[in-house]
């Protein structure tokens, strides 16, 4: 009983140490995005308002990956031979995380930064669901494991994806196939959307199957020895 509860009680003293070194980094991380906050937002209004299309994101490319370059990532553009994917780069060894930022916009849908419908110029490109955020918001996260990196909390290699023309042909395809991913140990994404959750989605990394049920019903998990054929 002595032993069990000695077990315990280290056990909740290094989970607490573990969850305040947490917040520390944690805290490190969001005064960083803090710090970039301004410019980063400038970014993203900056794509919002060239919505270039599918491997047209000449500038919203050149945008992000100047950025990345003055803060001190490694940039490689033109990858997998596409002129507006590039990868920004920092750390060394072990894990690798990726990050995706996507930044095209869609045809025939200008609009103003503003609630009502409202063109920047009638039947021109426009942001349907928030990529100059997506490329933006995801760059900014790159820059902040760096300074985290910089400021001696973690190791490992922060690699940052710019992967255009999602709405249409999906290049990312061909990053695939260039091999872009293939010293990867994680690979991190997130979307705009209307609300805000974690979750898990459907890939080849993930298999999922159909399961038919036959005759009478189981109740799945409730009674599962009922279930029989009716056949
Ligand atoms: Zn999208």
């Known amino acids: 009983m002595k032993k069990t509860l000695l077990m315990a009680l280290c056990l909740c003293m290094s989970a607490s140490v573990f969850s305040q070194k947490m917040s520390k980094d944690k805290n490190l991380l969001i005064s960083s995005i803090e710090k970039h906050k301004e410019e980063l937002i400038k ?8 919505a270039e299309t599918a491997f047209d994101e000449t500038e919203s490319s050149r945008i992000l990956a100047d950025y990345a370059e003055k803060n001190g990532l490694t940039v490689t553009r033109g990858v997998a031979d ?44 426009g942001h349907g669901c928030g990529h100059n955020m997506f490329g933006t918001a995801s760059l900014g996260s790159a820059i902040a494991i760096k300074e985290l990196m910089d400021a001696g909390k ?17 290049a990312k395809v061909w ?19 209307a609300s805000i959750e974690a979750d898990v989605q459907s890939g080849l990394s993930l298999i999922d199957f159909i399961v038919e049920f036959y005759g009478q019903s189981a109740h799945a998990s409730m009674d599962p020895w009922n279930g029989r054929s009716a056949s």
């Open 154 to 170: 973690i190791t490992g290699t922060v690699k940052f994806l710019g992967t255009p023309a999602e709405e249409k042909y999906f």
């Open 43 to 50: 970014i993203s209004d900056s794509i919002w308002a060239l």
């Open 82 to 125: 596409i002129p507006t994917a590039f990868t920004a780069t920092y750390g060394s060894g072990s894990p690798v995380i990726s990050i995706l930022g996507e930044f095209d916009a869609l045809p025939g849908i200008s609009q103003k930064t503003s609630p009502i419908k409202e063109p920047f110029k009638e039947g021109a490109a």
């Open 175 to 193: 990053m695939v196939k260039a091999g872009l991913w293939d010293d990867v140990d994680v690979n991190v994404s997130w979307h705009p959307s």
